[in-house]
Protein backbone atom coordinates (compact mmCIF):
# COMPACT_ATOMS: atom_id res chain seq x y z
CA UNK A 1 0.00 0.00 0.00
CA UNK A 2 1.27 3.24 -1.02
CA UNK A 3 1.32 5.74 1.42
CA UNK A 4 -0.62 9.23 0.78
CA UNK A 5 1.07 10.95 3.35
CA UNK A 6 3.91 13.53 1.75
CA UNK A 7 7.67 13.74 3.11
CA UNK A 8 9.41 16.49 3.80
CA UNK A 9 11.54 18.62 0.98
CA UNK A 10 13.89 16.61 -1.80
CA UNK A 11 13.91 19.83 -4.36
CA UNK A 12 17.99 20.22 -4.72
CA UNK A 13 16.65 24.09 -4.56
CA UNK A 14 18.33 24.99 -1.53
CA UNK A 15 16.98 28.44 -1.74
CA UNK A 16 13.35 27.29 -2.26
CA UNK A 17 10.54 28.81 0.27
CA UNK A 18 9.15 26.18 2.59
CA UNK A 19 5.76 26.23 3.38
CA UNK A 20 3.95 25.48 6.78
CA UNK A 21 3.12 22.03 5.93
CA UNK A 22 6.58 21.21 4.94
CA UNK A 23 7.74 22.94 8.02
CA UNK A 24 5.60 20.50 10.09
CA UNK A 25 6.21 17.64 7.87
CA UNK A 26 9.47 17.43 9.29
CA UNK A 27 8.61 18.07 12.44
CA UNK A 28 6.67 14.98 12.56
CA UNK A 29 9.85 13.37 11.63
CA UNK A 30 11.68 14.79 14.41
CA UNK A 31 9.30 13.41 16.71
CA UNK A 32 9.27 10.30 15.17
CA UNK A 33 13.30 9.99 16.08
CA UNK A 34 13.03 11.12 19.11
CA UNK A 35 10.16 8.10 20.02
CA UNK A 36 12.15 5.68 18.42
CA UNK A 37 15.62 6.87 20.09
CA UNK A 38 17.36 8.42 17.36
CA UNK A 39 17.57 11.91 19.16
CA UNK A 40 18.23 12.99 22.65
CA UNK A 41 15.84 15.57 24.02
CA UNK A 42 18.86 18.24 23.72
CA UNK A 43 19.00 17.94 20.05
CA UNK A 44 15.28 17.13 19.89
CA UNK A 45 14.39 20.60 20.87
CA UNK A 46 17.40 22.40 18.75
CA UNK A 47 15.90 20.95 15.58
CA UNK A 48 12.36 21.15 16.32
CA UNK A 49 12.58 25.04 16.60
CA UNK A 50 14.99 25.02 13.93
CA UNK A 51 12.20 23.71 11.90
CA UNK A 52 9.54 25.65 12.89
CA UNK A 53 12.25 29.06 11.99
CA UNK A 54 12.77 27.60 8.96
CA UNK A 55 12.23 29.75 5.85
CA UNK A 56 13.98 27.60 3.08
CA UNK A 57 14.59 23.63 1.79
CA UNK A 58 17.96 24.51 2.57
CA UNK A 59 17.33 25.07 6.16
CA UNK A 60 14.85 22.55 6.40
CA UNK A 61 16.75 18.87 4.71
CA UNK A 62 19.58 19.08 7.24
CA UNK A 63 17.35 18.53 9.72
CA UNK A 64 16.01 15.16 8.54
CA UNK A 65 19.13 14.64 6.65
CA UNK A 66 20.68 11.67 9.33
CA UNK A 67 17.13 10.16 9.76
CA UNK A 68 16.04 7.10 8.37
CA UNK A 69 14.88 7.72 5.04
CA UNK A 70 11.16 8.69 3.67
CA UNK A 71 9.24 5.61 2.36
CA UNK A 72 10.69 3.23 5.21
CA UNK A 73 8.36 0.46 7.54
CA UNK A 74 8.13 2.72 10.26
CA UNK A 75 7.32 6.01 8.13
CA UNK A 76 4.55 3.29 5.73
CA UNK A 77 3.01 1.74 9.29
CA UNK A 78 2.82 5.95 10.86
CA UNK A 79 1.13 6.69 7.36
CA UNK A 80 -1.72 3.38 7.20
CA UNK A 81 -4.94 3.75 9.18
CA UNK A 82 -3.59 0.22 9.88
CA UNK A 83 -1.03 1.87 12.18
CA UNK A 84 -3.07 2.62 14.91
CA UNK A 85 -3.76 -0.61 15.75
CA UNK A 86 0.42 -1.46 15.45
CA UNK A 87 0.92 1.45 17.82
CA UNK A 88 -1.66 0.11 20.28
CA UNK A 89 -4.78 1.87 21.74
CA UNK A 90 -5.45 5.36 22.72
CA UNK A 91 -4.60 5.94 26.88
CA UNK A 92 -7.76 5.51 28.84
CA UNK A 93 -6.32 7.82 31.47
CA UNK A 94 -7.41 10.62 29.54
CA UNK A 95 -3.70 11.65 28.91
CA UNK A 96 -3.93 11.45 25.58
CA UNK A 97 -0.83 9.04 25.12
CA UNK A 98 -0.33 6.46 23.20
CA UNK A 99 -0.16 2.80 24.34
CA UNK A 100 2.83 0.96 22.94
CA UNK A 101 2.71 -1.96 25.13
CA UNK A 102 2.59 -5.03 22.67
CA UNK A 103 5.81 -3.86 21.32
CA UNK A 104 7.11 -3.26 24.88
CA UNK A 105 6.49 -7.03 26.61
CA UNK A 106 8.57 -10.05 25.72
CA UNK A 107 10.31 -8.54 23.15
CA UNK A 108 14.29 -8.55 24.83
CA UNK A 109 15.68 -10.15 27.61
CA UNK A 110 16.26 -8.17 30.82
CA UNK A 111 18.73 -5.28 31.65
CA UNK A 112 18.42 -5.16 34.83
CA UNK A 113 17.07 -7.70 37.21
CA UNK A 114 18.37 -5.73 40.96
CA UNK A 115 19.51 -2.77 42.26
CA UNK A 116 21.34 -2.27 45.67
CA UNK A 117 22.40 1.31 47.07
CA UNK A 118 24.64 1.53 50.74
CA UNK A 119 24.69 5.71 51.57
CA UNK A 120 24.20 6.49 48.10
CA UNK A 121 21.31 5.44 45.68
CA UNK A 122 20.80 3.60 42.60
CA UNK A 123 18.60 4.70 38.87
CA UNK A 124 16.43 2.83 36.50
CA UNK A 125 15.36 5.42 33.93
CA UNK A 126 14.48 5.77 30.37
CA UNK A 127 14.82 2.91 28.01
CA UNK A 128 15.72 -0.53 29.94
CA UNK A 129 14.38 -3.90 30.42
CA UNK A 130 13.18 -5.05 33.17
CA UNK A 131 13.47 -8.29 34.58
CA UNK A 132 10.40 -10.58 35.92
CA UNK A 133 11.27 -10.02 39.38
CA UNK A 134 13.42 -7.56 40.36
CA UNK A 135 14.80 -6.84 43.51
CA UNK A 136 16.18 -3.20 44.91
CA UNK A 137 17.46 -3.10 48.31
CA UNK A 138 18.77 -0.43 50.06
CA UNK A 139 20.56 0.72 53.28
CA UNK A 140 20.67 4.34 54.46
CA UNK A 141 20.08 5.52 50.54
CA UNK A 142 17.82 5.98 47.98
CA UNK A 143 16.80 4.59 44.57
CA UNK A 144 14.71 5.63 41.58
CA UNK A 145 12.95 3.23 39.26
CA UNK A 146 11.13 4.48 36.27
CA UNK A 147 8.81 2.56 34.11
CA UNK A 148 7.44 5.13 32.38
CA UNK A 149 9.77 4.48 29.02
CA UNK A 150 11.16 0.79 30.22
CA UNK A 151 10.15 -2.35 28.54
CA UNK A 152 9.68 -5.46 30.07
CA UNK A 153 10.97 -9.39 30.27
CA UNK A 154 7.54 -10.65 31.04
CA UNK A 155 3.96 -9.38 31.41
CA UNK A 156 3.61 -10.30 34.95
CA UNK A 157 6.25 -8.20 36.60
CA UNK A 158 7.45 -8.24 40.53
CA UNK A 159 9.21 -5.51 42.27
CA UNK A 160 10.42 -6.37 45.47
CA UNK A 161 11.82 -3.57 47.65
CA UNK A 162 13.59 -3.44 51.04
CA UNK A 163 14.42 -0.62 52.53
CA UNK A 164 16.22 0.33 55.78
CA UNK A 165 16.60 3.64 56.76
CA UNK A 166 16.45 4.72 53.31
CA UNK A 167 13.89 4.69 50.14
CA UNK A 168 12.63 3.78 46.83
CA UNK A 169 10.60 5.88 44.46
CA UNK A 170 8.65 4.11 41.70
CA UNK A 171 7.06 6.01 39.02
CA UNK A 172 4.78 4.43 36.29
CA UNK A 173 2.43 5.97 33.91
CA UNK A 174 -1.47 6.26 34.58
CA UNK A 175 -2.25 3.31 32.17
CA UNK A 176 -0.23 0.84 33.71
CA UNK A 177 -1.78 -1.83 35.88
CA UNK A 178 -0.06 -1.30 39.86
CA UNK A 179 -0.59 -3.18 42.39
CA UNK A 180 0.72 -2.14 45.89
CA UNK A 181 1.12 -4.27 48.69
CA UNK A 182 4.65 -3.95 51.12
CA UNK A 183 4.85 -3.84 54.66
CA UNK A 184 6.75 -1.11 56.79
CA UNK A 185 7.59 -0.90 60.55
CA UNK A 186 8.25 2.65 61.62
CA UNK A 187 7.91 3.63 57.61
CA UNK A 188 5.97 2.10 54.94
CA UNK A 189 4.29 1.97 51.28
CA UNK A 190 1.92 4.48 49.53
CA UNK A 191 1.03 5.65 45.95
CA UNK A 192 0.27 8.70 44.30
CA UNK A 193 -2.39 9.47 41.20
CA UNK A 194 -5.03 8.08 39.82
CA UNK A 195 -4.96 4.81 37.69
CA UNK A 196 -6.41 3.53 34.72
CA UNK A 197 -4.92 0.52 33.60
CA UNK A 198 -4.98 0.10 29.24
CA UNK A 199 -5.80 -3.23 27.48
CA UNK A 200 -2.33 -5.01 26.98
CA UNK A 201 -0.65 -3.40 30.11
CA UNK A 202 2.11 -4.95 32.10
CA UNK A 203 0.65 -6.21 35.54
CA UNK A 204 3.61 -4.87 37.96
CA UNK A 205 3.12 -5.87 41.64
CA UNK A 206 5.61 -4.01 43.80
CA UNK A 207 5.97 -5.30 47.83
CA UNK A 208 9.01 -6.11 49.77
CA UNK A 209 9.47 -4.26 53.28
CA UNK A 210 10.73 -0.86 54.97
CA UNK A 211 12.16 -0.21 57.93
CA UNK A 212 11.88 3.16 59.34
CA UNK A 213 11.98 4.21 55.53
CA UNK A 214 9.53 4.24 52.63
CA UNK A 215 8.32 2.79 48.97
CA UNK A 216 6.12 5.21 47.19
CA UNK A 217 4.84 4.74 44.22
CA UNK A 218 3.58 7.87 41.61
CA UNK A 219 1.93 7.47 38.44
CA UNK A 220 3.10 10.50 35.96
CA UNK A 221 2.92 11.04 32.10
CA UNK A 222 5.84 9.87 29.81
CA UNK A 223 8.23 12.25 28.90
CA UNK A 224 7.08 11.98 25.21
CA UNK A 225 3.30 13.41 26.34
CA UNK A 226 5.19 16.08 27.93
CA UNK A 227 7.35 16.83 24.84
CA UNK A 228 4.37 16.70 22.71
CA UNK A 229 2.12 19.51 25.00
CA UNK A 230 5.85 21.14 24.70
CA UNK A 231 5.88 21.11 21.33
CA UNK A 232 2.39 22.18 20.61
CA UNK A 233 2.48 25.08 22.87
CA UNK A 234 5.73 26.06 20.96
CA UNK A 235 4.13 25.66 17.36
CA UNK A 236 0.92 27.80 18.53
CA UNK A 237 3.68 30.69 19.97
CA UNK A 238 5.82 30.39 16.66
CA UNK A 239 2.72 30.58 14.24
CA UNK A 240 1.26 33.84 16.52
CA UNK A 241 4.56 35.45 15.95
CA UNK A 242 4.46 34.44 12.50
CA UNK A 243 1.30 36.07 12.19
CA UNK A 244 1.76 39.21 13.45
CA UNK A 245 5.16 39.94 11.41
CA UNK A 246 2.31 39.06 8.62
CA UNK A 247 0.56 41.90 10.01
CA UNK A 248 3.26 44.01 10.00
Not at 148 to 177: L, Q, S, W
Request: hydrophobic content about 35%; aromatic content about 6%; overall charge positive.
Amino acid sequence: MTSDRPHPPTNPRTDTRASDAERERVAERLREAMAEGRLDMEEFDQRLEAAYTARTHGELAPLVRDLPAPGTTTDVALATDSSVAGRGARDSSGTGEVSSWQSRIGREPATSKGAFAFWGGFRRKGTWTVGRKFTAVVLQAGGEIDLREARFEDRDVVIRCVTIMGGVHVTVPPDMDVQVRGFGLMGGFGEVGESAASPGSPRVIVTGFALMGGVGVERKVRESEKRRLKEERKRQKLEKKSERKELD
